[in-house]
């Protein structure tokens, strides 16, 4: 949408499994999301521009291939992978769906890239997450290291964090790299840290505003707290809370996307972004949470609860650079506070919702399982 109110002549491409999924885990959006004939309508209504769309899944190839023969894209921004961790890690079936469903969509994307639009630059949403939690700075993409007396610019280890759903993220990376290198595409690598936020400017009536996934397995960990937050539940902090977690809010990381596109890479290159804009741990996050939703009037607590997943919860050190985006020109221009307020504001008007799917926010997958 802001792309489109921006300008740009935007296309969509979906085929709703989101929404399967989170209802096949027994949830919903705490927001209500209409149909896309519905928001598409909606959207034109309010801005006077249309968006296109078509339906259809990034597996199949022939489908592919038709959208970018069909449209002819200078930009293609590829957001249509399982996002889920937890989703991941539910059983056999799960990780398989998880790896099948992001590495081989990306590789058809790239495959019809190079046939039809070999012009064409490829925007593709990765995660931090890809670096795990190294104990070194971790750059963006490359850097320079000396291994017994030689040196080299090598790409930077990406040990993923311990879930089948960030392994399939650095698989696709090695993929972009490797089509940017053989094949000449143009390719940005946007290593995203948490999106949180209900609101863009362009959301401007509840036809247009965005899903909020709040249960264990797709709610991110801002989204579940607001959640309990807005319930008046305790705020589940999964074992000590040591994680550390960046972050960037909704209508700072549309700001970087925009950047990313209005700046291409050369034919053949292949970037990477580290696309955040602060860093906290996760009982850090949920103070956070309760300062504000008690300032809001919500009876909010905070309760350390066993961490269903298998990782570091005592990170001595974690740091991530993110210059690149500043060099294009990003700043920074919304606060996790204020958004928070609007977050918590959003779910009270639609408490219902959350009160009919309450069970689900607890953790119910383990890794250990």
């Known amino acids: 949408m802001h792309l489109a109110n921006s300008g740009f002549d935007v296309a969509g491409v979906d085929n709703f499994l989101r929404r399967k999924w989170v209802g096949e885990v027994g949830s919903h959006s705490a927001t209500p999301i209409g149909s896309m004939e519905e928001r598409i309508r909606a959207f034109k209504q309010s801005f006077g521009r249309r968006i296109h769309f078509d339906y259809g899944d990034l597996r199949n190839y022939d489908f592919v291939y038709y959208v970018l023969e069909k449209y002819k894209p200078d930009v293609v921004v590829h957001m249509a992978e399982q996002p889920s961790a937890p989703f991941s890690m539910i059983d056999v079936d799960h990780a398989v769906l998880t790896q099948t469903n992001n590495i081989v969509g990306t590789l058809n994307v790239l495959h019809a890239i190079r046939k039809v639009v070999p012009h064409c630059h490829l925007v593709k949403m990765g995660s931090v997450g890809e670096y795990g939690v190294p104990s070194v700075d971790v750059p963006e993409g490359f850097f320079e290291i000396e291994y017994r007396g030689r040196k080299d610019t090598l790409p930077f280890p990406r040990r993923a964090?311990?879930?089948?759903?960030?392994?399939?993220?650095?698989?696709?990376?090695?993929?972009?790299?490797?089509?940017?290198?053989?094949?000449?595409?143009?390719?940005?690598?946007?290593?995203?840290?948490?999106?949180?936020?209900?609101?863009?400017?362009?959301?401007?009536?509840?036809?247009?505003?965005?899903?909020?996934?709040?249960?264990?397995?797709?709610?991110?960990?801002?989204?579940?707290?607001?959640?309990?937050?807005?319930?008046?539940?305790?705020?589940?902090?999964?074992?000590?809370g040591g994680q550390r977690r960046p972050i960037?809010?909704?209508?700072?990381?549309?700001?970087?996307?925009?950047?990313?596109?209005?700046?291409?890479?050369?034919?053949?290159?292949?970037?990477?972004?580290?696309?955040?804009?602060?860093?906290?741990?996760?009982?850090?996050?949920?103070?956070?949470?309760?300062?504000?939703?008690?300032?809001?009037?919500?009876?909010s607590d905070i309760q350390h609860i066993e961490n269903p997943r298998i990782e570091d919860e005592h990170l001595h050190y974690y740091n991530l650079i993110h210059e690149k985006l500043q060099q294009l020109g990003f700043k920074a221009s919304h606060n996790l506070e204020g958004e928070l307020e609007i977050m918590l504001t959003d779910l009270n008007k639609y408490k219902q919702r959350l009160i009919a799917k309450r069970d689900h926010i607890l953790p119910k997958v383990g890794w250990g399982d």
């Not at 946007?190 to 709040?214: A, C, K, P, S, W």
């Not at 990477?272 to 850090?284: G, L, P, T």
Request: proline letters at 2%; one cysteine or more; charged letters at 20%.
């Open 161 to 240: 964090l311990t879930d089948w759903y960030h392994w399939s993220k650095t698989f696709d990376s090695g993929n972009l790299m490797l089509a940017s290198e053989i094949w000449g595409v143009r390719s940005s690598d946007i290593m995203q840290g948490i999106v949180y936020g209900t609101r863009t400017d362009e959301m401007v009536n509840d036809h247009l505003i965005t899903r909020f996934d709040f249960d264990a397995i797709f709610g991110t960990v801002l989204n579940r707290f607001c959640a309990q937050a807005a319930l008046g539940h305790k705020l589940t902090v999964y074992g000590s």
């Open 248 to 299: 960037i809010s909704l209508r700072d990381s549309i700001q970087c996307l925009t950047l990313v596109i209005e700046n291409p890479p050369d034919e053949g290159e292949y970037r990477v972004f580290n696309q955040f804009d602060e860093v906290y741990n996760a009982a850090e996050l949920a103070q956070k949470v309760k300062n504000v939703a008690n300032k809001l009037g919500f009876d």
